[in-house]
Structure formats: structure tokens, C-alpha cells
């Protein structure tokens, strides 16, 4: 039989058909084994383990056919030594089986950093090396000096600390400075919608100190607080214009919109 006639009889046509089956039936049985062994659309929880001991949290992933490993650890006073602080994906996400969770231990000692030179600079010097270090800027006092804005002494706790002393990490470092006769004031800032975080950064720039932080009812939560914002100050910038050089400054906040809209309609 010529390769025309056999292309046009009825057994090419049934040869076709069988491969055209097998083929698909290939693929069929192929992408059914892929999607099998990759679980495809199968995805578990991710528990919460923030607060857990290794222990536990190992116990938790593990009930949702998942591993952990510890990749850091920090200091944080709100958590018990050895406890998760940190994950990573974050609790209530869904990932495949047997994904790894990252884990922050808190540590069973503080961070320390080397305090460095703060002294016989400028407050700004000071503050910025201060922040780099890890470490924050404390309260802030004035003396009457020849060296204007000049950091006389830093202290934690009363105490004076110099340069090349441990200092645990995130904690406040007490700044005096020295100030001319005739230049211990300053403009006050208007604080009004601002939020804690903001208000501790242009406080401390305008070389003031924090005073009373006073939360309203509706900061009921740690997120409440942080997305509060203040309503009310004193000094008020509304009488007050100037003020001297290390004065306090007593913030009042709350999440109420009102209450902010207000506040902003009564001090601008």
C-alpha cells in the first residue's frame, strides 16, 4: 500500500486516535503527579509562637507540619529569657508543609554597647551618636557655661558614665549642657497630631524633656497607643511661645478623631 492510501485508510485513523489518547493520558497521569507531589493547593496555618519557649514552639509547628530555627536572638525586657519574640511568616499566614519558621529568641542577657564620646562636643554631635549606637537620649539639663550647646557630663541613673563603658542597649543616656547667660530658651513646639513616637523626636531636638504621657480611654491596646495621637499639651502653645531649655512637656493623647480635629481647629 502506498503512504498516501495508508494515511487515508481507516487504520491510520485509528492509530491516530491511539496516540492522540496516549498522549493525553500522559499528560494527564504527569501534571496529576506533579500537583501531588507538590501538594498543590494544600497549605497549613502558621501558629502563633511569640511568647513560646523553643520547646513549645517547636511543638506547636510541628502540629501543623511545620519546622523551626532560631536565627537570632535580642534582648527585650517584655519577654521571658529563651522565649520567641519574633517569627517569620508571621502568625496566621498559610504556607506549604514542612516550611521552615524563622524564630527570634530573646536572649538571657542584655545587649551592651560601648558608650562613646559624648562629652566636649555639641548636643547635636552627641545626640546623633547617641542614636547610632543603639542607645537613646535621656532627660536633658543646662548649666550656665562659656561653651554654648556643649555636652558637659552624661549620666544613667545619677550616675556619670564615660566613654568606653558598657551601656545596655536602648536605654537613656542623661545629657548637661552648657548654656550663656542670656540664651536658655526656647520656641515650643506645637505638639498637636502628633504621636508618641514623633513627639519624643521634636521634644528632644527642641532640647526638652518628656513629661506626663497621659493615654484617654480609647487607647485600650499597645496598637491603640501607638497609632495615638495628641490632643492636648502643657505648656500650650497657644499662651507659651518660649520656654526655657530643659523644661518638661506633659502630652495628652487619644485615637478619637474628634477630640484630634478639634484640637487642631483650636491651635492652628
Known amino acids: 500500500m502506498?503512504?498516501?492510501?495508508?494515511i487515508t485508510?481507516?487504520?491510520?485513523?485509528?492509530h491516530l486516535l491511539i496516540a492522540i489518547v496516549l498522549v493525553a493520558l500522559l499528560?494527564?497521569?504527569?501534571?496529576?503527579?506533579?500537583?501531588?507531589?507538590?501538594?498543590?493547593?494544600?497549605?497549613?496555618?502558621?501558629?502563633?509562637?511569640?511568647?513560646?519557649?523553643i520547646e513549645g514552639a517547636t511543638a506547636s509547628a510541628s502540629a501543623n507540619k511545620l519546622r523551626v530555627e532560631v536565627i537570632d536572638s535580642?534582648?527585650?525586657?517584655n519577654f521571658e529569657p529563651g522565649t520567641v519574640v519574633d517569627q517569620l511568616p508571621l502568625a496566621n499566614s498559610h504556607v506549604k508543609e514542612n516550611r521552615v519558621i524563622q524564630l527570634t529568641i530573646n536572649s538571657n542577657e542584655p545587649e551592651k554597647v560601648i558608650l562613646p564620646r559624648l562629652t566636649d562636643i555639641s548636643f547635636r554631635q552627641a545626640q546623633?551618636?547617641?542614636?547610632?549606637?543603639?542607645?537613646?537620649?535621656?532627660?536633658?539639663?543646662?548649666?550656665?557655661s562659656e561653651y554654648n550647646d556643649l555636652v558637659l557630663s552624661a549620666t544613667q541613673g545619677s550616675v556619670e558614665i564615660y566613654e568606653g563603658d558598657k551601656i545596655v542597649k536602648g536605654t537613656d543616656v542623661d545629657l548637661e549642657i552648657g548654656r550663656s547667660q542670656g540664651n536658655m530658651q526656647t520656641t515650643l513646639p506645637n505638639l498637636?497630631?502628633?504621636?508618641?513616637?514623633?513627639?519624643?523626636?521634636?521634644?528632644?531636638?527642641a532640647m526638652l524633656n518628656m513629661g506626663a504621657t497621659i493615654y484617654d480611654n480609647t487607647a485600650e491596646t499597645a496598637e491603640d497607643s501607638a497609632s495615638a495621637r495628641i490632643w492636648k499639651q502643657l505648656p500650650d502653645p497657644q499662651f507659651t511661645k518660649q520656654i526655657n531649655l530643659g523644661s518638661s512637656v506633659d502630652i495628652w493623647l487619644t485615637t478619637d478623631s474628634t477630640i484630634i480635629n478639634q484640637a487642631y481647629e483650636r491651635n492652628f
Do not use: C, W
Open 9 to 14: 485508510s481507516r487504520a491510520f485513523a485509528k
Open 74 to 77: 535580642v534582648y527585650n525586657k
Open 27 to 53: 499528560l494527564f497521569i504527569t501534571f496529576k503527579g506533579l500537583k501531588l507531589y507538590t501538594k498543590h493547593g494544600v497549605s497549613y496555618p502558621v501558629p502563633a509562637l511569640t511568647g513560646l519557649s
Open 192 to 205: 498637636t497630631g502628633f504621636t508618641m513616637e514623633e513627639a519624643e523626636s521634636t521634644i528632644t531636638d
Open 2 to 6: 502506498s503512504l498516501g492510501k495508508f
Open 128 to 144: 546623633a551618636l547617641i542614636e547610632r549606637t543603639g542607645l537613646q537620649v535621656g532627660n536633658i539639663s543646662y548649666q550656665p
